[in-house]
């Protein structure tokens, strides 16, 4: 199991252009921080339609997802699942795009944001 501590080095470890993002506050006290550096991070990637990188950051937030205490599961929930739900998807091409990133551990989490009207429609 992920805990809130061990995050950083895991978004590091996948992620390494966030290294020096990372380190300008105490992430690894401050979950909530942590996860909504590598959400922005991973919004600008999908609006920039850099989906490789997006990929990798997605997937990331499943396995962190999946594998993460209660701490973690939340920050994921809270804090990554709303910047991801706010990426425009203007057309369907770009709704099944989005959709096929997703990961399985998420895209219950993601719909279900998406048909509550948090998220864009």
């Known amino acids: ?4 501590y061990e ?4 978004i590091e470890d996948t992620i390494p ?7 300008q506050f105490p992430a690894v006290f ?5 996860v909504s550096c590598f959400s922005e ?12 990188v997006a990929g990798k950051c997605l997937q990331l937030a499943g396995r962190l997802y999946e594998r993460g205490n209660e701490i973690v599961k939340e920050a994921i929930t ?4 709303p910047v991801i739900c706010s990426v425009p ?5 770009s709704r099944i795009r989005m959709y096929a990133l997703i990961p399985d551990a ?5 719909i279900q944001h998406q048909l509550t009207g948090n998220g864009n429609r």
Do not use: G, S, W
Request: hydrophobic share 45%.
């Open 17 to 23: 252009a966030l290294k020096k993002a990372l380190h």
């Open 1 to 4: 199991m992920i805990n809130q």
């Open 7 to 10: 995050v950083p080095a895991c």
């Open 41 to 52: 991070y991973t919004d600008r990637q999908l609006r920039e339609q850099n989906f490789l």
């Open 78 to 81: 809270r804090v990554f699942l």
């Open 106 to 110: 998420l895209y219950p989490l993601y």
């Open 30 to 34: 401050h979950i909530y921080d942590t």
């Open 89 to 93: 998807l203007a057309d369907a091409v």
